[in-house]
């Protein structure tokens, strides 16, 4: 079982930035991997930004380049820093982990609202 635990979120101007934090209740190198999802009001859970224990990071098209995941290992952290957000970023955004035999664990979600 881990635990996640989200923070971070709020309500920002388009063009601003954010950063998410999540914290998971075991080391997060024992995980195969984690990210961050998202959900805005009458669509479906999407992919924002993954990384794996190998090293690879993976970010939606709508994102690249503007958001960026990173771990902290000794923090049991992951982090997503969200810049130049838009109006379309607004979601709640879902802290995820997956574990080596590929149980997922989801945290309560954070709320990002960017007013245009």
């Known amino acids: 079982q881990v635990q996640l635990v989200e923070s971070g979120g709020g309500l920002v101007q388009a063009g601003g930035s954010l950063r998410l934090s999540c914290v998971a209740s075991?080391?997060?190198?024992?995980?195969?991997?984690m990210g961050w999802y998202r959900q805005a009001p009458g669509k479906q859970r999407e992919s924002v930004a993954t990384?794996?224990?190998?090293?690879?990071?993976n970010y939606a098209d709508s994102v690249k380049g503007r958001f960026t995941i990173s771990r902290d290992i000794a923090k049991n952290t992951v982090y997503l820093q969200m810049n130049n957000l838009l109006p379309e970023d607004t979601a709640v955004y879902y802290c995820?982990?997956?574990?080596?035999?590929?149980?997922?664990?989801w945290g309560q979600g954070t709320q990002v609202t960017v007013s245009s």
């Open positions: 995820y982990a997956q574990d080596v035999i590929r149980m997922d664990f």
């Open positions: 075991r080391n997060i190198f024992s995980l195969r991997s």
């Open positions: 990384a794996t224990n190998d090293g690879t990071r």
